[in-house]
């Protein structure tokens, strides 16, 4: 099965400050798809950007871009201007493009927003 | 965006009973829904994979007969905890797959939290 790893339980950033939020996985397909979700304290998982293996352009989700580099199997979230309702779990997520429908999730990132 | 529901969004029972939790997407229709339980602080994990009109698909770990997944329409799967025990006390998780659109995002219930006393 596919790994995602986020290396990063804890993340703190200065509100109107920009963050990184790192995550790496494992496969050895060549097409699939990669997911941030973010779960607030709600617990209701909302999708905030997705990005397609055969693109080669970033995507971009107003204040939220990813740095996705296929070669080292690296989809890092940037946000930018950070704001106070951006605190939450972040889950990166794989999924293949041809074997089932499976999310694969990495164990989340903590982010707090200092005012 | 898509929406995806569950109800209840939190029960409370008696050890020995059984819950049964609704996971419905509401405008689209899901061939295949998935069921995820998550403890405080921690992931999620894939439960089972419920496809609509067949036996679920269940993750290595999983008890089938513990944990009942019916798929009886393209809108429904419904979760059933049979003889809870406190250890059964978790956040659950439905989420239905959007296969029409091109980028097959899975949308998210709210979550259920089931507490077994």
């Known amino acids: 099965a596919q790994t995602v790893t986020q290396s990063q339980p804890e993340m703190s950033v200065q509100e109107a400050e920009t963050v990184t939020l790192s995550c790496t996985y494992d496969?050895?397909?060549?097409?699939?798809?990669l997911f941030w979700y973010k779960q607030p304290p709600s617990r209701q998982m909302i999708l905030v950007i997705r990005?397609?293996?055969?693109?080669?352009q970033n995507a971009t989700e107003n204040r939220f871009s990813v740095n996705f580099q296929k070669a080292a199997k690296s989809f890092s979230l940037k946000i930018s201007d950070s704001q106070l309702g951006d605190a939450a779990m972040y889950f990166c997520?794989?999924?293949?493009?041809?074997?089932?429908?499976?999310?694969?999730f990495g164990t989340g990132t903590s982010l707090t927003v200092i005012p | 965006g898509a929406v995806v529901s569950q109800h209840p969004s939190w029960v409370i029972c008696k050890s020995g009973t059984s819950v049964k939790i609704e996971c419905r997407s509401l405008?689209?229709?899901?061939?295949?829904m998935f069921w995820y339980r998550q403890f405080p602080k921690q992931s999620l994990m894939l439960m089972a994979t419920?496809?609509?009109?067949?036996?679920?698909?269940?993750e290595q770990g999983v008890e089938k007969d513990k944990f009942l997944i019916n798929h009886a329409s393209l809108t429904l799967s419904t979760l059933t905890v049979t003889s809870a025990h406190p250890e059964d006390s978790s956040f659950y998780i439905c989420?239905?797959?959007?296969?029409?659109?091109?980028?097959?995002?899975?949308?998210f219930g709210p979550g259920t939290r089931l507490t077994v006393l």
């Open positions: 989420s239905a797959s959007d296969e029409t659109g091109p980028h097959r995002t899975q949308y």
């Open positions: 496969t050895s397909e060549s097409d699939y798809y």
């Open positions: 990005q397609e293996a055969y693109k080669q």
């Open positions: 997520a794989y999924r293949s493009a041809n074997t089932g429908n499976q999310f694969y």
């Open positions: 405008d689209f229709q899901a061939t295949t």
């Open positions: 419920s496809n609509e009109g067949s036996k679920a698909t269940y």
